[in-house]
């Protein structure tokens, strides 16, 4: 066996594990990758206590891809915002078939992240039934699906016990497309700004101007050439401006508008090519902030992609709630609304600390 997958020391870690018919084969699963005196909690039975804790969260779902002692978990942590006050979370998800194991993670995530829970980089191993999605990585270490799995939930709880948080943000790089003349997202960063320490430098790019391309899925061997060269194939101000904003920063502030339930375009080909970086550089130490601003509602959805695209893919560390949710759809209705200069200096007071 590799010795990755021996126990290890004590690290106070706790496992909140919602029980249905197919929670036991994952209990079976963590029990010899997890450290000595790991403490299992089943949700059912409270969610009060665990406050400055390590969670790893780890969910089973059936034939339809449902738990429901999962739900009533989600509804607990969506109720009491700060539940999990200081905590710092990862989480395995399990599935009979092929789908919904990615979608429950990023419900979990962002009810979590804003009941306090902060999540590491790339936080989730997500295992479908066939395990056909663990291939790529069993081809990689020249092993079987199963045993590769094993090994992405034991450097998982490797990173999860021996995580310390990254300092307070100093070099703040904001990333937009939005026309600041109409924008209420960027009259929500402009207050945000205000809460920021004289000590952090802010750098600002616009997206929106059309150049820039979306990646086109080139091949891993052609990404990974060009990523060590510190670029991409496709070139263009990503490469020029934006890969070098990135690699400087340690906090990412997305600014999104919500128009259609989506990222703007500019900012999805932003989380796209950021591949190439991504092969050679991890952004495990980098924070990552989102200021949504929505016309009319949705402003969740735009979080979980969020969560999706940086978090669990590209390995942006998540404070804890890292959104600031807001509705406005007049031009400049944003700066009217009740309380609206407090919460942003608020918000942008946590992001220096």
Known sequence: MDNRLEARTDSGLTVILPQNEYAGQLQSLLLPLLPAGAVWRDPAEGLDGLRGKRLLFAVALDEGGCNLSYYRMLSRLRLDGGLLEGCTGALVVTGVGELYTKDVARDLVLAANLAGCAFLGRPLVEATGS???????????????????????AELVDRLTAWQSPPPARRVLAIHASARATSNTLALWELVKEGLPETAEVRELCLQNGTLADCIGCSYTACMHFGQQGGCFYGGPMVEEVFPAVRDCDTLVMLCANYNDALA?????????????????????????????????????????????????????????????????????????????????????????
């Open 131 to 153: 395990l056909r999605n663990f291939q790529v990585q069993a081809q990689l270490s020249g092993t079987d699906e199963p045993t590769a799995l094993r090994l992405a939930i």
């Open 265 to 353: 375009a500019n900012l999805t080909a932003f989380v796209n090519r950021l591949t190439a970086l991504f092969r050679q550089n991890r952004f495990y130490d980098k924070r990552l902030y989102g200021l949504i601003v929505s016309g009319y509602s949705g402003g969740d959805l735009i979080a979980r992609q969020l969560i999706s695209g940086l978090n669990m893919n590209k390995s942006f560390y998540l404070p804890p709630r890292f959104c600031m949710l807001e509705t406005a759809n007049e031009k400049g209705s944003l700066v009217r609304l009740a309380g609206i200069a407090g919460r942003s200096a608020a918000f942008g007071k946590k992001m220096g600390q």
